[in-house]
């Protein structure tokens, strides 16, 4: 998983750029989570990362583990659900650290193969000269592909804690 790592470093420290760069029209803050809400896919790389973070938590924390596995257990992929990781009381992720590509570069001014996207909770007020000024150019497919090694099969969060990376279809 080195080149795992490498990889998110690079996805990290642009996003800290990001970050940086919008100042105060960034909302994202713990206890912001409305991008935590309904089903999206992840990568066959995303549930490993996943997997791995959650046998650390279970092994540090295993209350919290064993609350998350009852959430992703229970999660039924529902529009208005939340993500299982995503600790209902605090409204922060308890797999932070080992959170998928999706979730670490939502909401910052990111400029991609699609154009520049934001969370609609930020820029409030911006121009789109604004929002150009803050973005990064960031293409995490291109990035991510050759660490896939062809694996182009998709799955969700609670699939990848409740079976592990093997579930991935």
Known sequence: M???????????????????????????RPGCFDCCIGPFPISALDA???????????????????????????????????CPALDPV????????????????????????GGIGVCELCFVGATEDEIAACAVELDTDSLEAPL????NE???VAAALVDGPAHVR
């Open 48 to 82: 490993e990362r996943l997997s791995e973070g959650f046998t650390g938590l279970a092994s540090h924390d295993p209350a919290r583990a064993a609350r998350v596995r009852t959430r992703a257990l229970a999660y039924g992929a529902g529009e208005d659900e939340p």
């Open 2 to 28: 080195t080149a795992d790592r490498e990889l998110i470093q690079i996805v990290d420290a642009a996003l800290a750029e990001a970050a940086s760069r919008a100042g105060s029209w960034l909302a994202c």
């Open 154 to 156: 998709e799955t969700t």
């Open 90 to 113: 605090a409204g922060t992720c308890d797999l932070y650290d080992a959170r998928p590509l999706t979730c670490r570069t939502f909401g910052p001014a990111i400029h991609g193969a």
């Open 148 to 151: 896939l090694d062809g694996r």
